[in-house]
């Protein structure tokens, strides 16, 4: 009998703490479960506006809150997902180009009837199809001559090696029909693929006595080239340099009616500097622009360009620390200064000309391409979008 009292105490006293211990389980496991219904709500409203995103980009440009874009900003009164689960998407913020590189998107998840609330953050950036997919691309045709060869090398892994050259120096055109492309260097030596535009033939439309250790095809759909424009704002200065003058530009951007810089004048560039030249651009003689240790230059020209004589200096030898975009009213670059060029070309309007004993670094694109030096195109240039297949890629995604 004592034995049996001594039982029943044991079980009066843990009694309780076993039934309070369920009962907190039970809450738990509820408030778990509401927690995570909440998180499945905020991820759908992330979701639905992501999808809105990677269907359209542009949507973003004329939204000025999420109400423009059919999805709730404000908590709803009434559940809109299920009997019980909510979402609204109190922020939207997006970089203001064409379409956005990217947007932040905040979505907030409840569960009716909880106390349950659950908070997405995502940054979705958009990557453009690389400009520079091809060594060289132009739009009306492609004609390699003199020691016109290319070939290729990736200057993320490695500057490039003579005795080592790449087999990427890939080509192209929308062009079609007979000279499409023309190979009549002594001969042009192509180290990669060539491809003619839409419905070409590649059998006819590319001539001369050149080779091309790749493939040869037709394009599928005609790649879009689309001009770039030159910014507004900036710092206006007049940049005329002859003698031996010299000038400094330091990180920022800069606005002039022309660019000219001859005899021994040397511009020096340092930072991250952009150019938006209203007029023509000129280096000639020993007249040189130098990227100092660690600077970008980035040049938008609206008229003409002839880089002569010492041209642009380059030394990081880096391609993508070189820009010139010429906008849809240039119509002429020639490239044709002593020293290499290392850098890019981005003109679909203008016929670009490259010729001399230099050689260029990089890869261009342009209405017509005449090019009668060497070129090693920096397979580095077209990695990203294209190579990941998806233009689309997330940042973050935090949860609260």
């Known amino acids: 009998m004592l034995s049996a009292l001594m039982f029943i105490t044991v079980l009066a006293a843990t009694g309780p703490f076993l039934i309070t211990t369920t009962t907190l389980e039970t809450s738990m496991s509820a408030n778990y479960r509401t927690s995570t219904q909440a998180l499945y709500a905020a991820e759908a409203g992330i979701n639905r506006l992501v999808r809105k995103y990677r269907n359209d980009p542009t949507l973003f440009l004329d939204a000025t809150s999420v109400v423009d874009l059919a999805l709730p900003q404000e908590k709803p009164n009434a559940p809109n997902l299920s009997d019980r689960m909510t979402y609204w998407i109190p ?38 199809p690389a400009l520079f997919d ?163 230059l980035t040049i938008y020209v609206e008229g003409d360009a002839s880089i002569e004589g010492n041209g642009i200096n380059n030394p990081s030898q880096l391609p993508s620390s070189l820009t010139l975009y010429g906008t849809e009213t240039s119509s002429t670059i020639r490239i044709a200064g002593n020293a290499d060029y290392y850098g890019t070309v981005y003109a679909p309007t203008a016929d670009i000309e490259v010729e001399g ?25 077209g990695k990203g979008a294209k190579a990941a297949g998806d233009p689309f890629r997330m940042v973050y995604w935090r949860v609260d």
């Open 134 to 296: 091809y060594g060289l691309f132009a739009d009306a045709g492609i004609e390699l001559g003199g020691q016109g060869d290319i070939d290729s090398y990736d200057a993320c892994v490695a500057p490039y090696d003579p005795d080592n050259p790449g087999d990427k120096g890939d080509i192209g055109t929308n062009a079609v029909g007979y000279d499409a492309i023309i190979l009549n260097g002594v001969p042009s030596l192509v180290q990669g693929s060539a491809s003619v535009g839409a419905g070409g033939d590649p059998s006819t439309d590319i001539t001369g006595n050149g080779t091309i250790t790749g493939t040869t095809d037709a394009l599928t759909e005609a790649k879009f080239l689309d001009p770039k424009e030159a910014p507004t704002g900036g710092t206006f200065t007049q940049m005329s340099l002859s003698g031996t003058q010299q000038e400094t530009l330091t990180a920022g951007f800069y606005r002039h009616p022309y660019v000219s810089i001859e005899a021994q004048a040397t511009l020096y560039i340092h930072g991250d500097v952009t150019m938006s030249i209203s007029g023509d651009l000129r280096t000639a003689g020993h007249g040189q622009i130098v990227l100092m240790s660690g600077a970008t």
């Open 91 to 128: 922020s939207l913020t997006y970089e203001a180009s064409t379409p956005p590189a990217y947007v932040d998107i905040q979505s907030n998840g409840k569960v009716s009837g909880s106390n349950s609330l659950a908070r997405v953050s995502v940054r979705l950036m958009y990557d453009p």
């Open 357 to 381: 004993e230099s050689d260029l670094y990089g890869a261009l694109v342009g209405q017509t391409l005449h090019v009668s030096s060497a070129v090693h195109y920096d397979e580095c240039l």
